[in-house]
């Protein structure tokens, strides 16, 4: 049975869930944003210890105005009741994407950083204005500067995570996409090296724990050799 330590999610299908359900995209955000904190709960209870969830990506900010500001409202509304009931949580959150672009949510998002990081229970990562191209290229240009500055001698992969956004964060073991699309959509491709993949058709505020209980069964189906191979071959 593999161990399911980091569960990485690509929140998807909020507009398609409100458009089914006859209610505005903005009703598809709000409950989805609700059904992050179900499924904090639900991960934790069942020993995962790392879950990222992909809120909002760089390429996100081409949506209408009234939705991306519905949706930086509700981020901004997350990070209040998160500072709020940080010691009842006891979750450590962390924000990864390019915070030079996320306006009044970095000061809340620094704190919350703050106030979590030694608490011990699930690792919340949330992705906001992520893009992992955005990340490699980032790290690209840190390695060069402390290359060039004699800071760093030898490039390797091991070096390269630790400029990442991620850095600290173990690799997603499996990155599990809701509402039928089968793409990563610029999400953790660095990271993604061995990820196992999993698709599923309900979109983001109907996976419940039942999905979930799905999700970790197949996971725990998979054979992950890492480019070896099986032992009895
Ligand atoms: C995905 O559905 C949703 C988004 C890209 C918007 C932001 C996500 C949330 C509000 C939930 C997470 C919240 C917190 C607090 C971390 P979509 O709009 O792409 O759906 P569609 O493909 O059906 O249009």
Request: neutral net charge; contains cysteine; aromatic residues 10%.
């Amino acid at each position: 049975m593999n161990t399911l330590n980091h569960l990485a999610i690509i929140l998807d299908g909020n507009g398609r869930w409100a458009k089914s359900k006859g209610l505005p995209r903005k009703a598809g955000h709000v409950a989805g944003a609700k059904n992050v904190e179900t499924i904090c709960r639900a991960v934790h209870k069942r020993g995962i210890k790392y879950l990222t969830v992909y809120a909002f990506s760089t390429e996100n900010w081409n949506r209408p105005e009234d939705e991306v500001s519905a949706i930086m409202k509700l981020f901004d509304s997350y990070l209040d009741t998160c500072i709020k009931d940080c010691e009842k949580n006891n979750m450590v959150i962390r924000l990864i994407g390019d915070r030079s672009g996320i306006g009044k949510l970095l000061p809340k998002v620094e704190l919350l950083e703050e106030k979590s990081k030694n608490n011990t229970g699930l690792n919340l990562t949330i992705a906001i204005n992520y893009g992992s191209r955005n990340e490699i290229c980032h790290a690209a240009e840190k390695i060069a500067e402390d290359y060039k500055a004699g800071k760093i001698s030898e490039i390797n992969d091991e070096l390269f995570s630790d400029y990442l956004y991620t850095k600290d964060i173990p690799d997603p073991d499996l990155i599990l996409r809701t509402s039928g699309e089968q793409r990563l959509s610029n999400f953790l491709l660095w990271q993604a090296a061995y990820s196992e993949f999993l698709f599923v058709e309900k979109p983001w505020p109907d996976f419940d724990e039942k999905e979930l209980d799905k999700a970790i069964e197949a996971y725990n189906n998979r054979d992950r050799r890492y480019g070896k191979i099986k032992e009895d071959n």
